[in-house]
């Protein structure tokens, strides 16, 4: 290629990727760091068309219940890390989860996310119980789980007892990435491994990485990209990575908007149906964030649904947003926002569309 690439390049590299929804790590790297208003303008309007052939105008809800604040792991950007002493730790009861789903249900939320530190105070028998009083309470919602590593068994357990869906952000799929970012204790290798049993198992599949992070290099982004066009995952969670100052990284550099913009519509284009969430760390960075997600690609919003006198407790990153509102104002909110963006709030379990058909037939004979 040309040193001097013109826009028209650009918009040729955007093009591609959209007919063959691949790129050469060349191409990639280029786009990933393309500045250009209208360039990026482009690749975004590309990343809407392609979305809205899937999946309309519809944003799809997951209300977000952060049932534990105890960790037993130390990655070094998280602000729960089990060394942070000034973390003011909690639990909610088995209770305490079940009416915040029964107040989701009546705001409209058809997916709870569960989703904690690794707490070992929670076993897997518990966990199970929870999803399936969930379940039975209201079988036309989906469960997800978001809390971390666990053995295969355990993950066939959780979908036995009706969990649909599993998130688990890969972090980085880059391995000398992931050991700067991790203690020694901990395993890439495990992590992916972990992801190929979920997938395995049946659930709907979500991975992810923080968009910045320390030490995160185009090399490793470009790992990243390749992982998801192998591993192909159902949904994909990405949001800038955000310093929290109790942390090893406290005074690391914040993830950039526009480069998470700009993944976000390249992970669009490279998985056309994927679920896509316009993430809480993208509107903590940028007061319009969420939106401007939106309106690169994004389908899915993740309100928080946790009770607000513990919603100020679960801190991964610092100047989190919504940790003061209640649950009905936080989804009023939101559905004008998302309105503004001229798209609207879907009141269905919002599952990846290949799945769809099969899950309905699934609810219908309950
Ligand atoms: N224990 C669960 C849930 C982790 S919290 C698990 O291991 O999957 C959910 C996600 O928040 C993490 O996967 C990470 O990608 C993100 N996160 C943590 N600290 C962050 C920070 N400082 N800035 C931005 N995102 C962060």
Aim: net charge negative; proline share 3%.
């Amino acid at each position: 290629m040309d040193a001097v690439i013109s826009k028209n390049d650009y918009i040729e590299i955007v093009d591609r990727l959209r007919n063959d929804c691949d790129l050469n790590d060349e191409k990639l790297s280029l786009l990933l760091h393309c500045e250009d208003t209208e360039v990026n303008d482009y690749l975004y309007s590309q990343a809407r068309e392609v979305r809205e052939k899937y999946y309309g105008k519809n944003v799809y809800l997951r209300g977000l219940i952060e049932f534990t604040n105890y960790c037993k792991n130390n990655c070094y950007y998280c602000g729960i890390r089990a060394g942070n002493n000034n973390a003011e730790r909690h639990r909610l009861s088995e209770e305490e989860i079940l009416s915040c789903c029964d107040l989701g249900y009546e705001l409209g939320f058809r997916t709870f996310v569960l989703q904690g530190g690794e707490d070992p105070h929670f076993s897997d028998d518990t966990i199970v119980s929870i999803v399936k009083n969930i379940k039975e309470k209201h079988p036309d919602t989906a469960v997800t789980l978001s809390i971390g590593e666990k053995e295969k068994d355990s993950y066939k357990r959780f979908f036995d007892a009706g969990a649909d869906r599993y998130l688990l952000r890969h972090e980085t799929a880059d391995r000398e990435h992931y050991e700067k970012l991790h203690p020694a204790d901990m395993s890439f290798d495990h992590r992916m491994q972990c992801l190929r049993d979920l997938k395995k198992i049946g659930f709907q599949v979500g991975c992810g990485m923080m968009v910045g992070s320390p030490f995160q290099k185009t090399e490793s982004l470009i790992k990243d990209i390749r992982f998801l066009q192998e591993f192909r995952p159902h949904m994909v969670g990405i949001g800038p990575f955000i310093p929290h100052h109790d942390t090893e990284f406290a005074h690391k550099e914040q993830g950039g908007v526009q480069l998470t913009l700009r993944l976000l519509s390249i992970i669009r284009l490279i998985l056309p149906d994927v679920l896509l969430p316009a993430t809480t760390a993208l509107g903590t960075v940028d007061a319009t964030g969420r939106e401007k997600g939106l309106k690169a690609g994004a389908n899915v919003i993740m309100p928080n649904l946790s009770p607000t006198q513990v919603r100020g407790k679960y801190l991964l990153y610092d100047n989190k947003i919504c940790t003061g509102d209640e649950a009905a104002e936080c989804i009023k909110c939101l559905s004008m926002r998302v309105e503004k963006t001229g798209y609207r709030i879907a009141r269905s379990r919002g599952d990846h569309i290949f799945l769809k058909n099969e899950v309905e037939k699934n609810t219908k004979m309950l």
